[in-house]
């Protein structure tokens, strides 16, 4: 979270708008959160250049209730839909649409060690051998291993995309896309929003009878206010997104990742083999930098010497180990020059 948009929040917290109410304790009937709650959808909506093909909705459940909403809507069970396994998140997806139907893998990356994306190319060519899916799911960036697609495949198929770790850091070719959706807390907001865009046609067209909640269709109709949003969460986002105009909108916030990361990405290349990126030069996450160091004995010294200079979560996630500097839209220029000294320091001290 951008700090200025804490301090906004704790200055509105008790009482917004001089209304005498929390946002925190209102209804989402309440006028004041409604005029919110739309600012947050259109805000959303513009900075991304989002069609009026597409809805903007907010849901609960995060990502996770995503993998397997998708598939209840639109993989029928005697059907099959396109996956491309690049990592940890796109397995998750592959296996919840497994209960559902057919998860089918077009894209492997595993024997590679999941070190990059697939090719815009290698998907357009995987389903134009194999065509007959329910849709393509892509995950748009692996935040575990540190890889994000460089582009999105133009195909006949409806494409999903799991962007909760790079929504809002770059833009994004609408035309190819049908339905992307993300967890609000890495990019957006606090936890406890989804943000979904879905192409209006896909969100008519659920495959099977389901309850209201998990038809997308049922959220579109009213707005994401067809049950309780998460109020507080919708708000919190919609001053992010006040904070991104401010910031110069989603141009200068994606150069500004794209320097923040050529930053770390440089100092281990140019590290003599002390650092190292596993992942391929074209597949490597401008949100995510992923590496370790050669002598890995040396990297809870590493890891002490980043916490004690105020560089927090930096180890790499519990599953693969090694380190991991997030580099998310709030986390300043300043702070990854920080981070880029102490590689430098800690290289010559070892
Ligand atoms: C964090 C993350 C998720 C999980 O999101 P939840 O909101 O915790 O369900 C899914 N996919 C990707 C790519 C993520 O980074």
Redesign the pocket.
């Known amino acids: 979270m951008p700090l200025p948009v804490l301090e906004r929040i704790r200055e509105d917290l008790p009482n917004f708008q001089s209304s005498g109410l929390s946002i925190m304790e209102s209804s989402h009937r309440w006028q004041l959160y409604e005029d919110v709650h739309h600012a947050a959808a259109a805000g959303i909506r513009e900075l991304l250049a989002i069609p009026q093909t597409h809805e903007v909705l907010f849901l609960a459940g995060?990502?996770?209730l995503q993998f397997g909403m998708t598939a209840l809507n639109f993989l029928p069970a005697d059907g099959s839909a396109a996956f491309a396994d690049t990592g940890a998140?796109a397995q998750k997806a592959i296996k919840d649409a497994g209960l559902v139907g057919t998860a089918t893998v077009v894209y492997d990356g595993k024997a590679a060690g999941y070190t990059r994306m697939p090719r815009r190319e290698e998907l357009e060519r995987a389903i134009r051998q194999q065509p007959d899916h329910a849709y393509l799911h892509l995950?748009s960036?692996?935040?575990i291993n540190g890889a994000q697609l460089a582009d999105f495949p133009d195909v006949p198929i409806p494409v999903v995309v799991?962007m909760?770790?790079d929504i809002m850091s770059r833009p994004l070719p609408w035309d190819r896309i049908d339905l992307a959706y993300a967890?609000a807390?890495?990019n957006l907001g606090p936890a406890g929003v989804?943000v979904v865009i879905i192409r209006r046609s896909l969100a008519e067209a659920p495959v099977r009878p389901l309850p209201a909640y998990l038809r997308y269709d049922t959220h579109a109709d009213k707005q994401s206010l067809y049950n309780t949003p998460p109020v507080f969460p919708i708000y919190a986002l919609a001053l992010v997104l006040d904070w991104i105009r401010e910031e110069g909108g989603l141009a200068a916030i994606s150069a500004r990742n794209a320097s923040k990361a050529d930053l770390v990405y440089t100092a281990i290349d140019t590290s003599d083999g002390f650092y190292v990126c596993p992942v391929e030069p074209g597949s490597r996450s401008v949100m995510n930098a992923v590496f370790t160091l050669a002598k890995d004995s040396l990297t809870p010294a590493f890891l002490a010497g980043a916490e004690e200079r105020g560089f927090l979560g930096l180890g790499g996630h519990r599953s693969v180990g090694g380190c991991r500097a997030s580099l998310y839209n709030a986390v300043s220029y300043e702070s990854v020059q920080a981070l880029v000294a102490w590689m430098e320091e800690f290289r010559h001290a070892n």
């Open positions: 995060g990502a996770t998140w995950t960036n692996e935040t799991d909760s770790s967890g807390q890495k989804t």
